[in-house]
């Protein structure tokens, strides 16, 4: 599919209006992309996988979100 070439390619360089446009076509694709930079913690890159396991993720990746909400990352 197009957006797992997307992701693949140039995951640090997509905007996140790109990132977002990816959950919004394909959720799952979404979730692998947060996966792999899960551990990245600042900048737009870290901001993109809160919202992406915010939005698409299962109660599994709510604890990520509320770790990353209270450290301020």
């Known amino acids: 599919m197009l957006t797992e070439g997307i992701i693949r390619v140039l995951p640090a ?3 996140p209006r790109s990132r ?3 959950n919004e076509v394909d959720p799952l694709a979404s ?3 947060a996966a792999r ?3 990245v913690n600042a900048g ?3 901001q993109a ?3 992406g396991y915010a939005t698409s993720g299962s109660d599994t990746k709510w604890p990520y ?4 909400y209270v450290k301020g990352h």
Request: hydrophobic share 50%; glycine share 0%; net charge positive.
């Open 31 to 33: 979730l692998k992309f």
């Open 44 to 46: 737009d890159l870290a």
């Open 65 to 68: 979100v509320y770790q990353r």
């Open 20 to 22: 977002d446009a990816i």
């Open 49 to 51: 996988v809160v919202k």
């Open 13 to 15: 360089r997509l905007t």
């Open 37 to 39: 930079f899960k551990d």
